[in-house]
């Protein structure tokens, strides 16, 4: 089965760290799409699974993003704080909807993560990514 989502180059930020990070939760991703074409007896255990796993890393990584934001003064930390608390709200509702048995696709919930994470890179990282590089070619900040 091929991925459904593939890292790209353009979607790397420069610091290795976070791009690192990024395409581990892209494979997240590919993961929980995988756990859904599971047959209806096996997509609820495997999406669960998964889904937990992507929870605890999600909570690495936006930790990471911050603790960097936070040593280096980034202007943007607040409004990026934030989105990343949206998302861990918005992802703990839907998890909170599938335990429950509401009327719930696991599948439109793999679209929304790709969808986030590619969009959230595409826009808040790489504006962090070009700050930490203004910063280094300034001197200010070592890798």
């Given at each position: 089965m091929s991925?459904?989502?593939?890292?790209?180059?353009?979607?790397?930020?420069?610091?290795r760290v976070i791009d690192d990070q990024h395409k581990y939760l892209l494979n997240l991703t590919n993961h929980l799409y995988e756990a859904c074409t599971f047959n209806d007896g096996l997509i609820g255990e495997k999406f669960k699974t998964t889904?937990?796993?992507?929870?605890?890393?999600?909570?690495?990584?936006?930790?990471?993003?911050?603790?960097l934001m936070e040593r280096t003064n980034y202007?943007?930390?607040a409004a990026h704080k934030q989105?990343?608390?949206i998302f861990v709200q918005k992802v703990l509702e839907s998890v909170k909807e599938f335990e429950e048995g509401k009327v719930y696709t696991p599948?439109?919930?793999v679209r929304f993560l790709r969808d986030?994470?590619?969009?959230?890179?595409?826009?808040?990282?790489?504006?962090?990514?070009?700050?930490?590089?203004?910063?280094k070619q300034q001197g200010k900040l070592h890798s």
């Open positions: 991925d459904f989502v593939s890292w790209r180059n353009s979607y790397s930020i420069g610091i889904i937990q796993s992507a929870i605890e890393y999600v909570g690495v990584h936006f930790s990471t993003e911050e603790k202007p943007g930390i989105a990343h608390k599948n439109a919930f986030w994470v590619l969009e959230h890179i595409a826009m808040e990282d790489k504006k962090m990514g070009e700050y930490f590089l203004r910063l």
